[in-house]
């Protein structure tokens, strides 16, 4: 598949600037003082008709009179002319454009009409444009400064994505002293065109970035932010600080779970399942740009910390338990080492206080056996500048010994000109060092949260589940038969139907509309029971105590009727009443009040909520919050993120509570929420759990027309792994082939595939000569966005196991309405109709997920290829720039 063209905003040739002056303070003048200055290896062409030469340098008063190639466009004129430069820059077949320019949707609604209409020119000419009122771009080792902002950065390996050009600045500006270099910096502005997703595409890619730093303060596309952060965590680490964290203003639709869940608790859901690692400001971004810079990763959350000062020490440990980092039990053969080499008075534990007046050597006795430990997953060195002590030496020692282990080693030198030195080489070595104790064992936090988040980021869970599957049309029945009443509020006995549709243990709820039938129902369910008002217009039962437990006798049964009734009259008398229902009461042995919701965020859409439930729920607060769809890694480890999780286990003579009928029941909220896009908020509360069942006691649903033309799980953020698409096909040898959506766990199986292809068709597949696919490969092939990319496998059963035999992939282009394909099936598996029955397959899915026009490049040798595709409809035109390439496409 092509690069993208995007690859000419980071790396290109000629760049020309529109708007260039020598004017004090122009825009344009100082983005081309930038680039001449920054070094830019390709050439920079001025564009101004007031003005013939700029800087030194000829000035043209357009590309016609130029006519030269140019790749990157880089826009500061005003904003009414913007649209047509880019149709300019059409004719000449610029692909990228930089604008600068201010004056479009921040300036209401004249500047929204231009915005709308330079992003028409844009899709118009094919180019993706950066902006407008952004900062602009850096790309250091390309000598790239096109940008409004200071000198260029050092070079590295940490790429920076902002939607503020003065986080960009305050970052370079903190990156020098402490040896930081950037691969790249890119200021969004407005992101009328390019977003984050697509960023992050570029950057998950790219070869000179290892890690990427985000600043946010909103998402404009849940599915394309989601999609490329995913991407892009799944091939190196990302951190992410968001600002705009408070939940004012945020709710999508109240429900008592949605209700004081804020956009910042919804986010943090968002960053922990697309793999990534959540910071909460920027000194914990530079912190967080340290650590992963050095490509050194925890394996697990077990730290070592070395001090010579017992304070310091006792500080960072405090700080890790509270970040849920575990201190490390050494080995026998680590503590006998230390037992040897350190004085008698030592702290014989972890923090290993080796005293104020450590020399250099201890320092490295005791980091070298904490590093050879297997216990021991990562250590920080805390240095306190003692009159005994000598920074630089220690720091020399250090470096030498974090050299020789892959785990982390993070260094503390406490102080300020005492210490500058050893900080200085620190830097100069690329070991990452903070000024107090805190901060560092942060920093090891984040480590420890990308290793858990990843294990997140890798599953891929179904919309539904294999076993006892649900009745999802008669729960969408029932949803539109109260919709049609103009209803949007489920009454308790419809609520109650839905979740037994999709198989969730509840108390039978009886409707009753006088005492006599309440008392009927009562002996015919049996004592105790439960009376709860029904009405479609109170949604939360107890703003009217509206609830009565335990109700043992007939006598009572008809007089709660009346009470019930009567003051919800009286405290709502605007509200419909429709009657009160009667339920068995749940027993209370052993019993844990539990409670699970939906709610609709306005960006992410629904959000599964699970923890404490019952009537305190508000003050408590307990609560952990995940994206569907679920499965059961995600579900326990939401379940084990709550304090309630605590009482789960046996305590106070009470058994354990059943965990997998609890799974079991989240499991199911989650296939409710995938396959009912009406449902905008739902409260199972409370959820009553014992060692032998969990059961829902009472529930409320709220319920909303679908948008028009809305895709199957369009309203979830992460799109669920597509099992709908498996199908089972005979080929004419008799034999069975499965085509199926790729997995994350098929990476081996991708691997054996492509190591068994011919030297031939591995060149026709990626036209370039490759024997196996690189790590980056393999992860960007397995791991992929269902929404708007596809990767279809033929596999065969073979001794037992599975054995791939063809895929074939698409991928969306720019603008939503074209995708490109890719497709290759085994040297051994040809002439038997697998890549035509693959490439069947893809194009119908594409066609069901919008693709209008689907497209790709053959090698002219490829004649096989062209046989196949031409069978298929596609129209093949020569490439004309390439004339050993063909360009195939087909109309959907």
């Not at 009346?562 to 709502?572: D, G, N, S, V």
């Not at 068994?756 to 696919?773: C, D, H, P, V, W």
Request: aromatic share 6%; hydrophobic share 45%; charged share 25%.
């Amino acid at each position: 598949m092509r690069l993208t063209d995007i690859d000419q905003l980071f790396t290109p040739s000629a760049v020309a600037v529109f708007g260039a002056s020598d004017n004090e303070g122009s825009i344009g003048g100082m983005v081309f003082r930038n680039i001449f200055a920054g070094g830019f290896k390709g050439v920079c062409y001025a564009i101004n008709p007031k003005h013939e030469e700029v800087n030194g340098q000829p000035c043209y008063p357009s590309l016609n009179v130029l006519d030269k190639q140019v790749d990157l466009a880089v826009i500061a004129t005003p904003a009414e002319s913007v649209p047509a430069i880019l149709d300019q820059c059409g004719s000449y077949g610029v692909k990228a454009a930089v604008v600068h320019s201010a004056g479009f949707g921040e300036h209401g609604e004249r500047g929204a009409i231009l915005q709308e209409k330079m992003v028409e020119a844009a899709r118009r000419n094919r180019i993706r444009v950066l902006g407008p009122n952004c900062l602009g771009v850096m790309r250091p080792q390309h000598g790239l400064n096109a940008s409004v902002g200071q000198d260029l950065p050092r070079r590295g390996n940490v790429a920076l994505v902002s939607q503020s050009g003065a986080i960009c600045t305050a970052m370079i500006d903190w990156s020098e002293p402490r040896g930081v270099g950037f691969s790249a910096v890119v200021s969004l502005g407005a992101a009328a065109d390019l977003d984050f997703g697509d960023i992050l595409d570029y950057l998950a890619l790219d070869t000179q970035t290892q890690c990427i730093l985000l600043y946010v303060e909103g998402v404009r596309n849940a599915r394309h932010f989601m999609s490329g952060l995913r991407a892009a965590a799944r091939l190196k680490p990302v951190i992410v600080v968001k600002a705009g964290r408070q939940p004012a203003g945020t709710r999508a639709i109240k429900s008592h779970t949605g209700g004081f869940v804020g956009s910042a608790d919804v986010f943090r859901a968002v960053t922990d399942r697309a793999g990534v690692v959540q910071v909460t400001n920027l000194d914990q971004l530079f912190s967080a740009a340290q650590v992963f810079g050095t490509r050194r990763r925890l394996a697990g959350d077990r730290i070592a910390i070395i001090t010579n000062g017992g304070g310091p020490g006792v500080l960072a440990a405090d700080r890790a338990v509270e970040l849920g980092l575990s201190l490390a039990q050494f080995s026998d053969a680590t503590r006998q080492k230390l037992e040897q080499a350190l004085p008698d008075y030592w702290s014989h534990g972890n923090p290993i206080d080796i005293i104020g007046d450590a020399p250099p050597e201890r320092y490295r006795i005791s980091l070298d056996a904490c590093l050879a430990d297997p216990e021991v997953d990562g250590v920080l060195c805390i240095l306190a500048p003692l009159i005994f002590g000598d920074p630089v030496a220690t720091a020399r020692h250090l470096v030498e010994a974090s050299k020789s282990s892959r785990k982390p080693v993070l260094a503390c030198w406490m102080g300020g000109n005492r210490v500058a030195e050893a900080q200085a080489l620190l830097s100069e070595h690329n070991v990452p060092h903070f000024d107090n104790p805190e901060a560092a064992v942060e920093a090891l936090s984040f480590l420890a949260a990308h290793e858990r988040n990843q294990k997140l980021l890798m599953q891929s869970p179904s919309p539904l589940s294999y076993e006892d599957p649900p009745d999802v049309e008669g729960a969408r029945l029932i949803i539109e038969g109260v919709m049609a009443e103009g209803r949007k509020v489920l009454g308790t006995v419809e609520a109650k139907a839905i979740l037994s549709a999709f198989r969730i243990p509840t108390m039978q709820a009886v409707l009753t509309r006088t005492p006599n039938e309440a008392l009927m129902a009562a002996e015919a369910l049996g004592f105790p029971v439960v009376m709860k008002i029904n009405s479609p217009d109170i949604e939360h039962k107890s703003d009217v105590d509206g609830v009565k437990l335990n109700i043992d006798d007939a006598q009572s049964v008809r007089r709660t009727f009346t009470e019930i009734l009567e003051r919800a009259k009286r405290l709502r008398p605007e509200a419909r009443m429709d009657g009160i229902t009667v339920e068995h009461m749940v027993s209370s042995r052993a019993a844990r009040e539990l409670m699970t919701g939906v709610f609709r965020d306005k960006i992410f859409g629904p959000v599964i909520s699970f923890g404490s439930g019952g009537t305190k729920v508000e003050v408590l607060q307990d609560l952990a919050l995940g994206l569907p769809p679920l499965n059961a890694f995600i579900i326990q480890t939401m379940i084990d993120h709550t304090r309630i999780a605590r009482l789960m286990g046996a305590f106070q003579h009470m058994p354990p509570m059943n965990r997998v009928a609890l799974a079991r029941i989240l499991q199911r909220v989650s296939e409710m929420v995938c396959e009912l896009p009406e449902i905008i908020a739902m409260d199972i509360n409370p959820l009553i759990g014992n060692d032998k069942e969990v059961i829902a006691v009472d529930a409320r649903i709220k319920v909303e027309y679908r948008p028009p033309q809305q895709p199957t799980y369009g309203h979830m953020a992460i799109h669920p792994y597509p099992s709908h698409l498996i199908e089972r096909v005979q080929l004419p040898d008799g034999k069975d082939l499965v085509i199926r959506p790729i997995r994350p766990e098929d990476a081996e199986m991708e691997q054996d595939f492509v190591r068994g292809l011919s030297e031939q068709t591995k060149y026709f597949r990626f036209m370039q000569a490759i024997k196996e696919l690189t790590p980056e490969m393999l992860v960007r092939f397995t791991q992929i966005d269902y929404d708007r990319e596809m990767a279809l496998i033929g596999v065969v059963e073979y001794e037992g196991s599975e054995a791939e035999v063809g895929v074939a992939r698409y991928m969306s282009r720019p603008g939503g309405e074209a995708c490109e394909f890719a497709i290759v099936v085994s040297d051994t598996w040809k002439n038997l109709g697998i890549g035509a029955r693959l490439m069947r397959s893809l194009m119908q899915n594409a066609r069901l997920r919008g693709f209008r026009l689907m497209e790709g490049e053959v090698l002219t040798a490829n004649t096989r290829m062209l046989a196949l595709v031409k069978s298929l409809g596609f129209r093949i035109e020569s490439d004309p720039q390439d004339m050993a390439v063909k360009l195939v496409t087909k109309i959907l």
